[in-house]
């Protein structure tokens, strides 16, 4: 099983920076992925930026050039770097892992989430 904490959000203002950090643990070296998402109040998740063990990452084309997913393997760490920051940018961030079993079947953990709120 594998556990995410996520940490680092907080109020800042548009155009600030932030840095949120998720804490791995578990059976973690079999994660296939990470992935960091968000929810605003009346939507649904969505994906914000991911990164898979080959090294190839993703990133919504709202956060593109703005935010920075990556990972520290000696921390168990992964990292959303967030700059430029803008009001529809607040949600709560969730830090997820997945694990792929086989084709087409994909096991996924998440954090509890983190708010992340940015005034204009």
């Known amino acids: 099983q594998v556990q995410l904490v996520e940490s680092g959000g907080g109020l800042v203002q548009a155009g600030g920076s932030l840095r949120l950090s998720c804490v791995v643990s578990g059976s973690i070296f079999s994660i296939n992925g990470f992935g960091w998402y968000r929810q605003a109040p009346g939507k649904q998740r969505e994906l914000v930026a991911s990164?898979?063990?080959?090294?190839?990452?993703n990133y919504a084309d709202s956060v593109k050039g703005r935010f920075t997913i990556s990972r520290d393997n000696a921390k168990n760490t992964v990292y959303l770097q967030m700059s430029s920051l803008k009001p529809e940018d607040t949600a709560v961030y969730y830090c997820?892992?997945?694990?792929?079993?086989?084709?087409?079947?994909?096991?996924?953990?998440w954090g509890q989430g983190t708010q992340v709120t940015v005034s204009s």
């Open positions: 990164f898979i063990t080959s090294g190839s990452t």
């Open positions: 997820n892992a997945y694990k792929n079993f086989d084709v087409g079947r994909r096991y996924d953990y």
